[in-house]
């Protein structure tokens, strides 16, 4: 037991393999679902953790005894809570977990829309306290998963910048971004950020902005700097980001509205193509796939690497670029 004190005393990351049935686990379970559920009853924890109530009450007076400040209230809807201001220093996965740390980082890295460097230090230092079974599972995905779809490789953006506007449209906070415009045009705003939409290849920006007094759309790949401005916070309209995005890019001069009939229904479809590359609307059994593109030909690509035959029904660019592949293709055989 003074193995698992002295864990729990580090600041390092604790990382277990989601088995329930040793000791040392059930209090290491305890723990998570105290920090997750922030009050939980006997009851329910007994059921968890596959135990008796009675068992349930001797592991907290164990964390207790390791000077983990478990408090508890009796009653009809009393149970079991962490001190308030208490939190562990470990982070602590499942298996499943793990896997899902991992594959999210691999498509982060397919997609290329985050600076690979973060990607590898964060998997470095997650595989540096991962127990051998797990570790193998991480390092298994990394060198052996691979998408087989044509996905557009994203423009590469600031981790800094992301979390900012994200924070900034959550805590309900204005921005001050430098931005250069599709012409060149060089501007200072003042915005109230929506949130990130990433659609296609390219990250936007929906947010309200304060020098045109209306909403606008901007490229992430066009911000020049973002800094947190004093502005008074002007509250956006109701709106959804990825609706807006999609409404403003169809308004774009220039920019190529992909209208496609894929030949099978939506709920096949769904689960090849992401929401954040077209969208997806139900036609008579089939399904009609909506994007938006500069140049059509990664539009071309994508699509002949689907299982599904395909009408284009616009733009001519995308039909040209179909035969454009085509054509190179058969000159191959």
Not at 22 to 33: A, D, F, K
Not at 166 to 194: D, Q, V
Request: aromatic share 8%; hydrophobic share 40%; net charge neutral.
């Amino acid at each position: 037991m003074h193995s698992v004190y002295n864990q729990l005393r580090t600041d390092s990351v604790l990382i277990w393999c989601g088995e329930m049935y040793n000791p040392t686990t059930r209090l290491l379970s305890i723990l998570e679902l105290l920090q997750a559920r922030g009050r939980i009853s006997a009851r329910e924890l007994a059921q968890t953790l596959e135990v008796k109530e009675r068992s349930v009450r001797r592991y907290i007076t164990m964390l207790r005894d390791l000077g983990i400040p478990i408090e508890s209230e009796r009653g009809r809807y009393g149970g079991y809570s962490l001190r308030p201001g208490y939190r562990l220093p470990p982070l602590m996965f499942s298996g499943d977990e793990i896997v899902a740390v991992t594959a999210g980082l691999r498509l982060a890295q397919e997609l290329a829309s985050v600076p690979a460097l973060s990607i590898n230090s964060a998997q470095s230092k997650i595989e540096r306290v991962l127990p051998p079974e797990l570790k193998r599972r991480s390092q298994a995905l990394q060198q052996m998963w691979a998408t087989d779809a044509a996905l557009p490789r994203a423009h590469v953006i600031s981790s800094e910048w992301m979390l900012a506007i994200s924070l900034a449209a959550l805590e309900k906070r204005c921005l001050h971004i430098h931005y250069f415009s599709g012409s060149g045009a060089f501007s200072e705003r003042t915005i109230t950020p929506y949130g990130l939409v990433l659609h296609g290849p390219t990250w936007y920006l929906p947010a309200y902005c304060h020098l045109r007094g209306d909403r606008r759309t901007f490229r992430l790949d066009r911000v020049r700097s973002v800094a947190e401005s004093g502005a008074p916070y002007e509250p956006p309209a109701q709106t959804d980001p990825k609706t807006m995005v999609l409404e403003s890019l169809a308004r774009i001069p220039g920019l190529h509205e992909c209208v496609i009939i894929l030949h099978a229904p939506r709920e096949t479809v769904k689960d090849y193509i992401p929401a954040s590359l077209a969208e997806l609307e139900d036609e008579a059994g089939e399904t009609l796939m909506r994007c938006y593109a500069e140049e059509p030909l990664w539009v071309a690509r994508y699509l002949m690497q689907l299982e599904f035959p395909f009408t284009v029904r616009q733009p001519d660019a995308l039909r040209a670029a179909l035969r454009t592949l085509a054509t190179g293709i058969l000159d191959q055989l």
